[in-house]
């Protein structure tokens, strides 16, 4: 396994998980600037997590 094939695989799993982030932060309402910061910053690591990550086959052969 190559350091690229590791670094695609982190990007899809953190991609696949992170949006569990989501729920706490909606149930804690997005009624200040600090929320919905956090929230913004959870919103671009997962897309950019996606984006590193969308080459991930899923299956090992």
């Known amino acids: 396994m190559r350091v690229d094939d ?3 695989a ?3 799993w953190i991609a696949t998980v992170l949006p ?3 729920f706490p932060v909606f149930l ?3 009624d200040s600037v600090t929320s ?3 929230f913004l ?3 671009a690591i997962n897309v950019l997590a ?3 990550g969308h080459e991930y086959p899923g299956t090992r052969s």
């Open 20 to 22: 569990l982030a989501y």
């Open 6 to 8: 590791s670094v695609t």
């Open 10 to 12: 982190v990007g899809f």
């Open 50 to 52: 996606l984006i590193v």
């Open 28 to 30: 804690a309402g997005i």
């Open 36 to 38: 919905l910061s956090l």
């Open 41 to 43: 910053g959870l919103l």
